[in-house]
T-cell receptor, first 112, second 115 residues
């Protein structure tokens, strides 16, 4: 069945270091979404990418959608302790009108 | 504009009891999703509902679990005869558009503990 995979599962960085998480889908996606979940919290929507090769920036966060619309990445420049949490990517299941299928997430810890 | 509301936030049930989890979507949202999350794991889709209709329940166990989203009132996820393996965080999300076309707004979750 359709799968969305994320690597790495865990990432420990020193504050100020960069961080990247990668997301790969077994099928072409009409869009990809990223969510962040703080420890003990709930997922919060970060961004949606729709176009092939699209790149979007939110302050220190850079999101990319691959040319084939099957992979995506999230890069954080100069991590801060406030970046701690689990980052999930998600894509529509079964096409553009399906439910979201989530990756298992990358858990980021930042050492001050 | 109030966000997605879920109650209770924490629920403790003994094995064999029933658990009822409630979700009120954001105003104007007619699409509701339920997810289950085990500790240190991702979100597992359970069911997708619109008002009075179940659109997709492929992620929900066939037995003991049911969901509804009536014309009036919140969406309800009901778990009958709970077992220890049902202990998890259950998140509800709502969206203004169907399926994966738009972002989903998550509620704070209900942490279910079965003793």
């Amino acid at each position: 069945g359709q799968q969305v995979m994320q690597i790495p599962q865990y990432q420990h960085v020193q504050e100020g270091e960069d961080f990247t998480t990668y997301c790969n889908s077994s099928t072409t996606l009409s869009n990809i979404q990223w969510y962040k979940q703080r420890p003990g919290g709930h997922p919060v929507f970060l961004i949606q990418l729709v176009k092939s090769g699209e790149v979007k920036k939110q302050k220190r966060l850079t999101f990319q959608f691959g040319e084939a619309k099957k992979n995506s990445s999230l890069h954080i420049t100069a991590t801060q302790t406030t970046d701690v949490g689990t980052y999930f990517c998600a894509g529509p299941y079964g096409g553009s009108q399906g439910n979201l299928i989530f990756g298992k997430g990358t858990k980021l810890s930042v050492k001050p | 504009n109030a966000g997605v509301m879920q109650n209770p936030r924490h629920l403790v049930r003994r094995r064999g009891q029933e658990a009822r989890l409630r979700c009120s979507p954001m105003k104007g949202h007619s699409h509701v999703y339920w997810y289950r999350q085990l500790p240190e794991e991702g979100l597992k889709f359970m069911v997708y509902l619109q008002k009075e209709n179940i659109i997709d329940e492929s992620g929900m166990p066939k037995e003991r679990f049911s969901a509804e989203f009536p014309k009036e009132g919140p969406s309800i996820l009901r778990i009958q005869q709970v077992v220890r393996g049902d202990s998890a965080a259950y998140f509800c999300a709502s969206s203004p558009l169907e399926g994966g076309r738009a972002e989903q707004y998550f509620g704070p979750g209900t942490r279910l503990t079965v003793t």
